[in-house]
């Protein structure tokens, strides 16, 4: 569905990605991305949404290449993507803004999306108004609509409690199964990471340290070491 081809993104001399290769191809899972700061993470998703221009190597969509095209583009064809800060609008209701991403993108079920994510209670209040874990499960609604093929989450548990975390990951779990959608999460909480995502990659100086089920990952002695420490 989308697969990174050999893809490298430098900056100078730094390369932030460094000829990784990633398939993304499963529908209805969550694919996690996890690995300390520097690793590349958030640079992968410039890269696959079109944010970022790799210097090297390949994005492909259904096996066409799509390295060039424009991130609005990437949205229209089925990659939409959600940022570490929330991206709503404050002053209007939750009910305002998702119906007009709805009409835009011509959604026909956004009841469902609402529902999925447990809206409905604030569904007619203003965004500012409600708790920051609902502005955040706000932020994946907007990026679900439009039944994109591939939906991409940079850090959505931020500032999240540990409950809230959990909840969010419930429902995000419940909707890419509803909806047969494909998630990749880049997460620092590793805890919700492995305990929700059916395959996890691990980044390490811009580059893939293995890509597997949970376990296998969070057993891997280069994972360890680079990332979770000896009490993994």
């Known amino acids: 569905m989308l697969r990174a081809d050999n893809l490298s993104v430098a900056y100078g001399n730094l390369r932030?990605?460094?000829?990784?290769?990633?398939?993304?191809?499963?529908?209805?899972t969550l694919h996690g991305i996890i690995g300390p700061n520097g690793a590349g993470k958030s640079t992968l998703m410039d890269a696959l949404t079109g944010r970022r221009m790799p210097t090297l190597g390949r994005v492909l969509l259904?096996?066409?290449d799509i390295t060039h095209r424009t991130p609005r583009w990437r949205r229209l064809r089925g990659i939409s993507r959600s940022f570490q800060r929330t991206s709503i609008f404050p002053s209007h209701t939750v009910r305002a803004q998702l119906e007009l991403v709805a009409s835009q993108l011509c959604e026909d079920d956004l009841a469902a999306i609402v529902s999925a994510l447990d809206?409905?209670?604030?569904?007619?209040?203003?965004a500012?108004?409600?708790s920051y874990g609902d502005q955040r499960r706000i932020d994946v609604a907007l990026a679900m609509i439009?039944?994109?093929?591939?939906i991409l989450l940079?850090?959505?548990?931020?500032?999240l409690s540990t409950g809230e975390t959990t909840r969010l990951f419930e429902h995000l779990r419940v909707l890419v199964k509803q909806r047969g959608v494909t998630a990749l999460v880049v997460e620092?909480?590793?805890d919700a990471v492995f305990g929700f995502c059916d395959l996890v990659t691990a980044l390490d100086l811009g580059r893939?340290?293995?890509?597997?089920a949970a376990a296998q990952v969070r057993s891997d002695p280069r994972v360890v070491s680079a990332y979770l420490g000896t009490a993994a």
Request: proline content about 4%; aromatic content about 2%; hydrophobic content about 35%.
């Open 208 to 212: 893939v340290l293995i890509t597997g």
């Open 146 to 150: 439009g039944n994109p093929r591939v």
């Open 128 to 130: 500012e108004t409600i």
């Open 62 to 64: 259904g096996g066409e």
């Open 119 to 126: 809206l409905e209670e604030v569904y007619d209040r203003v």
């Open 16 to 28: 932030a990605l460094d000829d990784v290769n990633l398939e993304i191809s499963a529908q209805g």
């Open 154 to 159: 940079d850090e959505p548990a931020a500032g």
């Open 188 to 190: 620092h909480d590793v």
